[in-house]
């Protein structure tokens, strides 16, 4: 019995192990900072192909990425990473506020973010309940 309710405790203040994907070197550094001080498992990758490997060795919680990734596109890595891992939470950001690449983000079940983005706005989508989870 005290194993179960502890194991429940753990799950409700479980760290998330959340991928962080962007090419610009201090947006992605002061991402990774802010989840690491928030007591999260971040690991960040400056591209696609860094971001892609990592997927295919190791079980994410959430992927935070950027659209625009050199010549690749964050979408793709959200539809690579829910192939992967079906109940991955997905944030997509990008700086303008496209609404294809919005709708493209909503058909993968991404949250689409317009930048500026900072790690605690970040950190607050991830912390709501998932949408997918209720519907």
Known sequence: MLNGSMGSMEDTQRRQKILIVDDDPSLLEALERSFKEAGEDVVAHGSFEQARR????????????????????????????????PDIRLIVFSGFDDPVLRTEAEHVGATYVVKPVTGNRLLEILRQPNKRDGN
């Open 54 to 85: 990592a997927l295919q060795t190791t079980h994410f919680d959430a992927l935070i990425t950027d659209v625009r990734l050199g010549a690749f596109n964050g979408l793709q890595l959200a539809v690579i990473s829910r192939d992967t891992y």
